[in-house]
């Protein structure tokens, strides 16, 4: 059973496009995250929610907007797809801020 | 100056040998440590956490707190090839809630 589960796994689409990215955890975790991985692998917190409550937001462009349906899953919507928008996105789930976290295997996203 | 510090490597170590990781992080409030593997192409994979100054053992691995010098390692003792990857260190603190990670040192296990 996959614990942190993200589909879709390959994402190619072309500038403008709008896409989502979901994410689904069966730990029963309280709190979720969506992190950008870049080329250069350098791994960055975008959002987290707790108990669908959003907590981090960092400074993402707003053409990226997470929705969390329920605790146990928390989707990411990317609208006008850029360039500088591709990379690795990675879900993880913890039982709550500061714990350790799981991460999903990750969604590559490539834009044309 | 970066939150989280590690060497990128890549650092090589002969197989059965200790491997040494290190981490610098800047701030002082940090009271959660971790670190993280991450093979090439998958995602990354929780190895150990610490949260007291001193060493904490699992298997052939050791983590080891400092928060004086707000410093954190890993060693990882009888490398094995298996072990090559990158090890990222992730801190945080009870008040920003959310994992600060370093860009990750590059380890290759010699065989």
């Known amino acids: 059973d996959t614990a942190v589960s993200q589909t879709p796994k390959y994402l190619v689409t072309q500038m403008g496009n709008d896409k989502s990215i979901k994410c689904e955890q069966n730990?029963?975790?309280?709190?979720m995250y969506w992190y950008k991985q870049d080329s250069k692998k350098f791994l960055k917190i975008m959002f987290s929610?707790?108990?669908?409550?959003?907590?981090i937001n960092e400074t993402v462009p707003n053409r990226f907007s997470p929705k969390s349906p329920d605790k146990a899953h928390l989707n990411l919507h990317i609208n006008s797809l850029e360039l500088g928008d591709s990379a690795v996105y990675f879900c993880?789930?913890?039982?709550?801020?500061?714990?350790?976290?799981?991460f999903g295997d990750g969604t590559r996203l490539s834009i044309l | 100056q970066k939150e989280v510090e590690q060497n990128s490597g890549p650092l090589s170590v002969p197989e059965g040998a200790i491997a040494s990781l290190n981490c610098t992080y800047s701030?002082?409030?940090?009271?959660?440590f971790f670190w993280y593997r991450q093979y090439s192409g998958k995602s990354p994979e929780l190895i150990m956490s610490?949260?007291?100054?001193g060493d904490k053992e699992d298997g052939r691995f050791t983590a080891q707190l400092n928060k004086a010098s707000q410093y954190v390692s890993l060693l990882i003792r009888d490398s094995q090839p298996s072990d090559s990857a990158t090890y990222l260190c992730?801190?945080?603190?009870?008040?920003?809630?959310?994992?600060?990670f370093g860009t990750g040192t590059r380890l290759t296990i010699i065989p």
């Open positions: 730990l029963g975790h309280d709190t």
């Open positions: 929610y707790n108990n669908k409550e959003l907590i």
């Open positions: 610490i949260y007291s100054n």
């Open positions: 993880a789930s913890s039982t709550g801020p500061n714990q350790p976290q799981h």
């Open positions: 992730a801190a945080s603190n009870f008040g920003n809630e959310k994992l600060t």
């Open positions: 701030d002082r409030v940090s009271q959660s």
